[in-house]
Antibody, heavy 115, light 111 residues
């Protein structure tokens, strides 16, 4: 069974940093591209970042470019999102998701940026 | 700010057919596949349609997707109470650097 489990969310002050993790199991992690998607409270879905299966190709949404870094460790079956210079508008539930041709999403982890 | 525009709401009575539109541009819907998601409150999105009109295993054939030019639509036939949810279209966008864009979302209410 495919499972994606996010962790690392929490409360952080504006300007602070946080690192999200997504532990994958039930499939050959190194063969699949991965994404981070977020949803602010009461708002719609927003794609954050993409990483190819090897990690050689990476894309970011303009809203996080230069502040967030996506990475993966295929040996550990894990996906990461390093978030720096956090702003109030980054407050959201963050989901990791496998390739968009399939329906595998984590349960989400809440990041709250507030003083 | 989303580049895919959906109506904020749609509604119908049980058994009716409801259609949700998604308007984009040549850099997204016009040149890439369209995806549709259903989201119930407090849960992760669920993929309903991928590659314009393909249904993942387990998605009822009451849900169907289509695409024409720079627009797409999701149809729900035989509307049921459990279909009350938020629906989002999405597509890759090739302008400047690649990005995956979601629609503005449509709340479907079963009357």
């Amino acid at each position: 069974e495919v499972q994606l489990v996010e962790s690392g969310g929490g409360l952080v002050q504006p300007g602070g940093s946080l690192r999200l993790s997504c532990a994958a199991s039930g499939f050959t992690f190194s063969s699949y591209e991965m994404n981070w998607v977020r949803q602010a409270p009461g708002k719609g879905l927003e794609w954050v970042s993409y990483i190819s299966s090897s990690g050689s190709t990476i894309y970011y949404a303009d809203s996080v470019k230069g502040r967030f870094t996506i990475s993966r460790d295929n040996a550990k079956n894990s996906l990461y999102l390093q978030m720096n210079s956090l702003r109030a508008e980054d407050t959201a539930v963050y989901y990791c998701a496998r390739d968009f041709d399939t329906d595998y999403w984590g349960q989400g982890t809440l990041v709250t940026v507030s003083s | 700010q989303s580049v895919l525009t959906q109506p904020p709401s749609a509604s119908g009575t049980p058994g009716q057919r409801v259609t949700i539109s998604c308007s984009g541009s040549s850099s997204n819907i016009g040149s890439n596949y369209v995806y549709w998601y259903q989201q119930l409150p407090g849960t992760a999105p669920k993929l309903l349609i991928y590659r314009n009109n393909q249904r993942p295993s387990g998605v009822p054939d009451r849900f169907s997707g289509s695409k024409s030019g720079t627009s797409a639509s999701l149809a729900i036939s035989g509307l049921r109470s459990e279909d009350e949810a938020d629906y989002y279209c999405a597509a890759w966008d090739d302008s400047l650097s690649a990005s995956y864009v979601f629609g503005t979302g449509t709340k479907v209410t079963v009357l």
